[in-house]
C-alpha cells in the first residue's frame, strides 16, 4: 500500500460547525504532515508529527487542531473557522524527517468550503 | 533563508513540444531537490528528484539536473503530451533547517493536442 488515504474529499461547513479531517497511511512512515493550498499557491505547511509527537506548529490558528492517535492515523479538528480558511487541505506522510528519509508522499487532499 | 523561484506560467505547448521550466534556488548547506507535479483536481504527486551536485533526477521522460554552480534544478521533457497538463511544483529540502520543504510558486502547463 503506497497511498496516503484521505476523507473526506469535500467538505462545506458553517463558521459555527465542527468537523475534522481524516488521514491515513499504512507505508509504515513515521512523519507525518497538514499543509494548506489556496488556489493557484503552493501548499503550506501547517503541522508537522514526528513518531506520533507535535514537532513544527507553523503559527496555525487554534481553531485548527491537529491530533494524531497512533502512527497510521491523522486528523486535523476544525472548529469556528472563517471563510478565508476555505482552501485544500494536503495531508502527507514520510518515512521520517532526517536526511534522505523526508520523500513526501501526499494524499489527494480535502476541499474545504467555510460558508 | 531558503527560497525557491520558478517561470510563472501558464505555459502553452504543442503536443510533441521540447519543454522547459526554470527553477533556481537559494538555500544554506547542501539541499536536495525535487519536483512534484500536481494534475487537476489531485494533490501532489512526486516526479523526480536528486540529492547532491550533478545528479540527475528523471521519471517518465522527464530529466531535471542538480546544477550547484547556477543553484538550477530545470525541468525538461523532450516531448510532451496532452497527458502531461499539470502544475508542476520545484521544492528544496534543506539537510541543515530540518528537512522541511520549501516550495516554489508553482508552473501551470497546458498542452494542446
Known amino acids: 500500500d503506497t497511498e496516503v488515504t484521505q476523507t473526506p474529499k469535500h467538505l462545506v461547513m458553517g463558521m459555527t460547525n465542527k468537523k475534522s479531517l481524516k488521514c491515513e497511511q499504512h507505508?509504515?512512515?513515521?512523519?507525518m504532515y497538514w499543509y494548506k493550498q489556496k488556489a493557484k499557491k503552493p501548499p503550506e505547511l501547517m503541522f508537522v508529527?514526528?513518531?506520533?509527537?507535535?514537532?513544527i506548529n507553523e503559527s496555525v490558528p487554534s481553531r485548527f487542531s491537529p491530533e494524531c492517535p497512533n502512527s497510521s492515523l491523522l486528523n486535523l479538528h476544525l472548529h469556528a473557522l472563517q471563510p478565508e480558511d476555505s482552501a485544500l487541505y494536503l495531508c502527507?506522510?514520510?518515512?521520517?524527517?532526517?536526511?534522505?528519509?523526508?520523500?513526501?508522499?501526499f494524499g489527494a487532499g480535502s476541499r474545504l468550503t467555510v460558508l | 533563508g531558503d527560497s525557491v523561484t520558478q517561470m510563472e506560467g501558464p505555459v502553452t505547448l504543442s503536443e510533441e513540444a521540447f519543454l522547459t521550466i526554470n527553477c533556481t534556488y537559494t538555500?544554506?548547506?547542501?539541499?536536495?531537490l525535487f519536483w512534484y507535479v500536481q494534475y487537476p483536481g489531485e494533490g501532489l504527486q512526486l516526479l523526480l528528484k536528486?540529492?547532491?551536485?550533478?545528479d540527475k533526477g528523471s521519471n517518465k521522460g522527464f530529466e531535471a539536473t542538480y546544477r550547484k554552480e547556477t543553484t538550477s534544478f530545470h525541468l525538461e521533457k523532450g516531448s510532451v503530451q496532452v497527458s502531461d497538463s499539470a502544475v508542476y511544483f520545484c521544492?528544496?529540502?534543506?539537510?541543515?533547517?530540518?528537512?522541511?520543504?520549501?516550495f516554489g510558486g508553482g508552473t501551470r502547463l497546458m498542452v494542446k493536442p
Open positions: 507505508m509504515g512512515h513515521r512523519a
Open positions: 536528486a540529492t547532491k551536485a550533478d
Open positions: 538555500a544554506t548547506g547542501y539541499p536536495s
Open positions: 502527507a506522510s514520510s518515512r521520517g524527517t532526517g536526511p534522505g528519509a523526508n520523500v513526501l508522499t
Open positions: 508529527y514526528s513518531y506520533e509527537k507535535l514537532s
Open positions: 521544492a528544496l529540502s534543506d539537510n541543515n533547517a530540518g528537512n522541511m520543504l520549501t
